[in-house]
């Protein structure tokens, strides 16, 4: 009894903790442009706070109340870009990371365009990792960058890419998750002829209930996590993953849970490897399994491995 009133007051005090954030640069060509050039203005560019209502319709972009002054630049596709952290701390605190990419109606400037409708995939993730219950743990802590791979296969045209962090320390009430949200217009340019998918809505990809949003970080410790969101496009001419993989199957339990794959980048590796935090494998995933050195593939869940 003691040691949970103990447990109990820590976990009040960390969750105390503040921490909030703006993505305010786009990193194109290794560098970072300026602030808010590329990146619609977030509502909390000032303030910082987080939205928590993923059913408003600025869990899209996070802008209503600004003017909407970005620019469009231009990205290749297959090429890498990012956006910066900003904020109090300037890196990422308990967070998981999802960014998305929907591509502009024909004929609709990108600029001019809200991202309505089901329209939405995801590119990249950075998810926690779990082992059973003795730890969770969130690689993407203390990122002052997250960057990523426009899919080489991705069709040329204009797209919103939307990079999204979701802090989980005051996760355990609904609404209780922080939700850091930002936009950046590009013109993807030597595209591919993939069909990107599966596709989302924002609102609508999250109820807030998904156990990845609505969940006690702290006690008793999750025995896995499921990424919120349907799975990253694995780049495939396809797209066709209709059905995203179910959040719970009789967990056969393959004990083997930290499949180790190690990268050898020596030995002539011709195809694409997985960059640090990236997805390496998972139920589903045809996307690359070898990671960039040093890095290795090692197993979060049955859905999930990631180069760490
Ligand atoms: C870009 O911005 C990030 C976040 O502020 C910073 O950590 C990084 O050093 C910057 N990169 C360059 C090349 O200035």
Same mark, same amino acid.
């Given at each position: 009894?003691?040691?949970?009133?103990?447990l109990v007051t820590l976990t009040t005090l960390v969750a105390k903790v503040s921490a909030h954030y703006v993505w305010p640069q786009l990193i194109v060509g290794g560098s970072n442009t300026s602030t808010w050039q590329y990146i619609r203005q977030t509502n909390n560019w000032q303030d910082l706070n987080p939205l928590t209502d993923v059913t408003s319709a600025d869990v899209r972009c996070y802008d209503s109340a600004q003017s909407g002054t970005a620019s469009t630049t231009t990205v290749a596709a297959g090429s890498t870009v990012?956006?910066?952290?900003? +904020?109090?701390?300037?890196?990422?605190?308990?967070?998981v990371v999802n960014v998305y990419m929907a591509k502009a109606p024909a004929g609709t400037d990108v600029s001019a365009w809200d991202?309505? +409708?089901?329209v939405w995939f995801k590119v990249y993730q950075i998810s926690?990792?779990?082992d059973g219950g003795q730890t969770i743990t969130f690689p993407a802590t203390g990122l002052a960058q997250v960057t990523f791979n426009i899919p080489s296969a991705t069709p040329s045209g204009q797209y919103l890419i939307r990079t999204e962090h979701i802090a989980l320390h005051s996760a355990s009430y609904y609404g209780g998750a922080q939700f850091y949200i930002a936009c950046a217009q590009v013109q993807v340019t030597n595209g591919g002829t993939g069909t990107p998918g599966p596709l989302v809505a924002f609102p609508g990809a999250y109820t807030g209930n998904e156990p +990845?949003?609505?969940m006690n970080m702290y006690y008793p410790i999750p025995t896995s996590y499921t990424q919120p969101g349907p799975p990253v496009w694995s780049?495939?001419?396809?797209?066709?993953?209709?059905?995203?993989p179910p959040t719970s199957t009789t967990a056969k339990t393959t004990t083997a849970a930290t499949t180790t794959t190690t990268s050898t980048g020596s030995s002539g590796g011709t195809g694409p490897t997985a960059p640090q935090f990236g997805q390496c494998g998972g139920q589903g995933w045809t996307g690359p399994t070898v990671c960039t050195a040093p890095f290795t593939c090692k197993a979060s869940n049955q859905y999930y491995?990631?180069?760490l």
């Open positions: 009894m003691k040691s949970f009133c103990v990012g956006f910066t952290v900003s +904020g109090n701390p300037s890196n990422l605190y308990h967070p991202g309505s +409708g089901t926690a990792v779990t +990845g949003i609505l780049g495939a001419g396809g797209g066709s993953a209709t059905t995203a491995s990631q180069c």
